[in-house]
């Protein structure tokens, strides 16, 4: 269902992830971050979805991406790193 849609795939996320289905939202994460690369949300999203299923090295490794690529203005980024890494 519309694969190559970065606005489907982002929505098809974050409904899966509002419904506690963090398995089922990694696809559609993951999906959406090739779709944009450089959209800061998206590489922020899959890091909550793989810090959710505890693949805690993965999501340092996107975290590590996004930090530098996100602006100042974004500090929920940072809030949720802590309350995820304790750091």
């Not at 098809?12 to 959406?32: D, H, I, Q, T």
């Not at 980024?77 to 750091?87: A, L, S, V």
Request: proline share 7%.
């Amino acid at each position: 269902a519309y694969p190559s849609d970065p606005a489907f795939q982002s929505l098809l996320a974050f409904a899966l992830v509002s419904g506690n289905r963090w398995a089922e939202a990694k696809a559609p994460a993951r999906r959406w971050l090739e779709l944009e690369p450089g959209e800061p949300a998206a590489r922020f999203l899959l890091c909550r979805v793989l810090g959710s299923l505890g693949k805690l090295d993965e999501a340092r490794a996107q975290f590590a991406i996004l930090r530098k690529m996100k602006s100042s203005s974004q500090p929920e980024f940072d809030e949720w790193h802590r309350r995820t890494f304790g750091k």
